[in-house]
């Protein structure tokens, strides 16, 4: 099955340096992300992804484990990471630079 994010339908390639990331399991933070994306259509998201274009830099732990199977360093989302959503933060600064 090919990993694709929900929001901007990113796929994931062998060749890619994306990561893509889980709903969480916890349905109060599933529908949080399910807000700040715009994605309230999806209702079954145990199989969906989001890229780790909509996540800040801060939202990320690198694992740098020599002895990992994985070769290249594995992003992972430290705890309660939310979503970015670009739109609503281009609106903001807008709003803010308009003011």
Same mark, same amino acid.
Do not use: E
């Given at each position: ?18 990561? #893509? *990331?889980? #709903?969480?399991?916890?349905?109060? @933070? ?5 807000? !700040? ?16 274009? *909509? #996540?800040?830099?801060?939202? #990320?732990? !690198? ?25 609503? @933060? ?5 709003? *803010?630079?308009?003011?």
């Amino acid at each position: 099955m090919v990993k694709r994010c929900v929001v901007c339908l990113k796929q994931d390639t062998r060749s890619a340096t994306s990561s #893509f *990331h889980r #709903f969480l399991v916890d349905k109060n @933070l599933q529908q949080l992300w399910l807000t !700040i994306l715009n994605r309230l259509d999806l209702t079954y998201v145990s199989n969906h992804r989001v890229c780790d274009s *909509h #996540f800040d830099s801060s939202s #990320f732990k !690198i694992n740098k484990n020599k002895n990992m199977l994985i070769t290249k360093n594995s992003k992972r989302l430290k705890r309660g990471a939310l979503p970015m959503n670009l739109a609503l @933060l281009l609106n903001l600064r807008s709003q *803010h630079v308009l003011s």
